[in-house]
């Protein structure tokens, strides 16, 4: 190919595609330049006057290398990587390092190579990390474990390029002997190991960065960017749906400024599609005051250098022809987007298939649970005092309250109380565990409601005021294959979406599914949920044993606060 | 190891060595900070407070990274690797990325063989880049030949960590099938192609950077240099004997400061050992207004980004505890130099072993020629008018003056003028190959004097003004095993200095060397030499078939304009 990339270079071919007048962001001097962009095969192969095949007229357009999103589970989009590609391809992003947190809890490495195998029918470049924390804590029950005798069997395979977010910082500072052994795998098997440490400072983050740990997206204080950088950290700039720190971006200087990067962390299909993906992160960063060209930066040519992209994120010779046109360096809209040389979306629509073509058997009908009855879902406390759960502001955090229930016939009474009964029923390896709590001010009524998605485990969690629709709701869950469910008391009817893909993402459309999301969420709304949480996805992390306060896991009601089970009877 | 580093870090244990208060430059901010900075094992563990097995008090000093040379040809030192990093790492610089294209040259892959063993023995990590480019040009005779099948087969060996200087420009620029399958073989096995573009623009600079060129040492012009930047390449601050860019560093803007690495190219022993090295570089760069955190980070970091090393270049959690402690950032004077987290040098001095543990006979007995007689110096011409090389100011690039030239029994006579001959002798395949000309202007007289350093081919390079004498020179050389030689031919004394290794370097101690050459080129003066030239290694240039104007091959006159062999009758 060396051949053909000099002789379009030289001009002595025509290129196979030239951006013609093109202004383009050159990420090496910090310029803006002017010029022919030619293109050979999948390169860049010259800047100034070319002839192309194909040539596609620039003038008034701005030429960026297009984006790299330094952190993202595609799994939070809900969505297929060939339809997660559909929204964000279009938006510029053409390379992901793509985290399958979610969906190796859930399915093993059979979840890491379904997202390598589907996204390589979409131009998309994912780079895969291997989970490292699967399952996120000891005490309850995942799909699958990874310690570190498997981590250093797989680390080595082709398809991974790397060792995901290294969440359990704990493990790392103690130098627990197996999350060590994952750590020195990653390093003898050459690859990048991403981190996540919120907060942490001083000689636990030297201990932490004495495991080889390269990134960090949890930064939000001057003071722990300032730190981290200056401890070798690349920083993230993290524009998720919930988890937001855009405002790490007032912290660059033009001396710390290769160190930041841009990712998403989780964003949902909505914001995607409604509001974008990087592009969206570079316009609010620019509305913020941020210089447009360090913003590209960041988004492109940083992320390289990070995850040793060699010859990718920049305009030159011999980088890879990844590159989004777009109307200015204000609104960042994208009016191209080509892949590999080739344009793969034009004014926000994807030109490529999104149909899936890999879909194996090991993803789907994940949910392994013996039928349920009423009978299962019977909450007997010792007296009328006892924990229940609420949500604090944001969504994420959880509150413990003492409240006073009745009892009837050895089950806890709710109806008519502002409480639910709340079960997180293990859904993979049918050890018939059922944790049973009480959760308070949620506002539904009527019936039950449940969902698959429950960090980072995704055991089936459900809320209801009447057990037989508790269990007819898990029921409903296992036959769907996961996804998310309401079932009214009054009615009898039962409403669903489906989330075929390890009870996390759907098979379907980007489209189609988020019209029937929505309508899903609006008859939860209607059956009392409080507008102020999101209906289903605040219920996804009250099963997170790693962020406070009181979670439910399948294996009990957990304090996080004293990281140890506790007892519902206060 | 994780499990040391990690407790030392968080201090479960103590360090290994503590740098205590350390003033230290945090080249990923550009700030200077204070602290100790704590070694476990080779890694730098931590900065903070902390208490070591050893402690080296930096109250006063400076902590740098170590600097890191990022192009370098050993043998221009004239001295092996192990006596090159006793003038070298005392100064500070702990890792080299090496082209042995001299050695290479004469001994084929056992010179690379040679240097990456010799270099094992000392505290310098010798990054080894296979030559590109041997021979040098197709119309002499080197030693060996490396065409694209023996880069292709020999790249991917684990010893080898690129492919050095792309000389032959044209050859990328036109695609040469044999040219193309060096750099398609080095982009297979994952390596670095490191350039060599001087004055090269524009189409045929793309066309040149289309061969997956990454850097270039070249660069003189600030435009030359703001278009290398823009297109991708990394430029170097050259700090050579002979050839200096220490002006590139004024074209350094903040936004494109990290592509400007530091590299000395051709060092002489007595600059080593008498000026410095890298130490110079920075010396003279912030003596000349360049911020010295900048300059430290173009030795450090932007080197170890460039050449992918990573962990290395910073002093940060994790990173190679390579370190060097200053003076101050104004004399970079060095008072320790740890390599590896352990002391290998003090206040200038090694205090690592340099004696020679590798020496293959491979390398040594280089200069294979038949014995030769005053009748191989004959030189006879057509007529009275000849072409005569002279030496033009700089010393590299040489010139052709047609002279008048009388003959005697077919000799051209050469006593009482201001000529020599000249011959270059083959000295590898024992193809008898004598190329013969006229030199002019030089000044010596009563003999004749050699060298077997020629780049790039290293021939026997014989100048004098008797038969005899050249004959005797040339015998002795063989004799020797290589090096420089005087013969006085009215005293019969032959004096000389051994280059054992390739005819290129000296397995003695760099100091006796150093004395002998300045004991020899002092001799070369007192028999006419102009004080204007390098006795010697003036000479050695004037082979460089690559360098205008008239050369001289073992295969004959050269006229480097024309690219073509020129007869001596003018």
Redesign the interface.
Do not use: Q
């Given at each position: 190919?060396?051949?053909k990339?000099?002789?379009?270079?030289?001009?002595a071919e025509k290129a196979d595609l030239v951006l013609k007048n093109a202004t383009f962001v050159?990420v090496?001097?910090?310029?803006i330049?002017k010029g022919d962009i030619?293109v050979a095969g999948e390169?860049i192969?010259?800047?100034?006057e070319y002839e192309g095949k194909e040539e596609v007229d620039c003038t008034g357009l701005t030429v960026l290398p297009s984006y790299i999103d330094g952190h993202v589970h595609i799994e939070s989009s809900q969505l297929s990587p060939e339809e997660f590609a559909s929204l964000i391809v279009p938006r510029g992003t053409t390379t992901i390092i793509a985290d399958p947190h979610e969906i190796t809890n859930v399915c093993g490495l059979a979840g890491c190579e379904y997202i390598s195998k589907a996204s390589q029918n979409v131009p998309l470049d994912v780079k895969l990390q291997l989970p490292s924390c699967v399952p996120a804590t000891p005490f309850e029950t995942s799909g699958a474990i990874l310690n570190g005798k498997d981590i250093e069997k797989n680390i080595v395979k082709d398809y991974l390029f790397g060792l995901g977010e290294f969440m359990n910082y704990p493990g790392?500072?103690s130098?627990d002997?197996d999350t060590?052994k994952k750590?020195?795998a990653a390093?003898a098997a050459g690859k990048i190991i991403d981190g996540h440490a919120p907060a942490v400072y001083?000689?636990?983050?030297?201990?932490y960065?004495?495991?080889?740990?390269s990134t960090d997206h949890e930064c939000v204080t001057g003071e722990e960017i300032?730190e981290k950088?200056?401890?070798?950290v690349y920083v993230h700039i993290r524009h998720g749906s919930s988890t937001q720190n855009l405002g790490n971006a007032k912290f660059i200087?033009?001396?710390?400024m290769?160190?930041f990067i841009l990712c998403t962390d989780d964003r949902h299909a909505a914001d995607l599609k409604e509001k974008g993906h990087l592009d969206d992160a570079l316009r609010r960063l620019v509305a913020d005051g941020l210089d447009p060209v360090t913003a590209v930066t960041c988004a492109t040519l940083n992320c390289a250098?990070c995850y040793?992209l060699?010859?990718r994120g920049?305009i030159?010779?011999?980088?890879l022809a990844d590159l989004v046109v777009v109307d200015n360096l204000k609104n960042f809209n994208a009016k191209y987007v080509f892949k590999n040389g080739k344009l793969v979306a034009k004014d926000g629509k994807p030109l490529f298939d999104t149909s899936k073509k890999y879909l194996p058997k090991s993803v789907l009908n994940t949910v392994r649970v013996k039928d349920l009855t009423a009978a299962d879902f019977v909450l007997t406390l010792k007296g009328t005092k006892a924990k229940a759960m609420t949500i604090l502001p944001g969504g994420v955090v959880t509150g413990c309250e003492i409240v006073e229930v009745e009892s009837k016939n050895g089950d806890a009474v709710v109806e008519g109380t502002d409480l639910l009964k709340m079960a997180v029923v293990e859904r993979h390896k049918l050890t018939g565990n059922i944790g049973k709590g009480l959760f308070k001010g949620y506002g539904f009524k009527g019936g039950a409601m449940g969902i698959t998605i429950a960090h980072d485990s995704h055991n089936i969690i459900l809320l209801g005021d009447d057990n037989e629709s508790m269990a007819k709701a898990a029921n409903h869950l296992k036959k769907i294959g996961g996804g998310m469910v309401i079932v009214d008391k009054n009615s009898g009817e039962v409403h669903s979406l489906t989330l075929d893909i390890g009870g996390l993402m759907s098979s379907r459309d980007a489209e189609g599914l988020q019209r029937d999301s929505r309508a899903l969420i609006e008859r939860a709304h209607a059956m009392g949920v409080k507008r102020e949480f999101e209906a289903f996805m605040s219920l996804a992390f009250t099963s997170l044993a790693v962020i406070p306060k009181l979670k439910l896991l399948d294996t009990g009601l957990f304090d996080v606060e004293k990281f140890a089970f506790t007892d519902i009877n206060a």
């Open positions: 190919m060396l051949e990339y000099i002789n379009a270079a030289k001009r050159d090496f001097t910090g310029k330049r030619a390169k192969v010259g800047t100034g790392v500072v130098a002997p060590v750590l020195e390093h001083g000689h636990d983050l030297n201990a960065l004495c495991g080889g740990i300032e950088i200056s401890k070798g200087t033009k001396e710390n290769r160190r250098e040793g060699k010859w920049a030159a010779p011999f980088y």
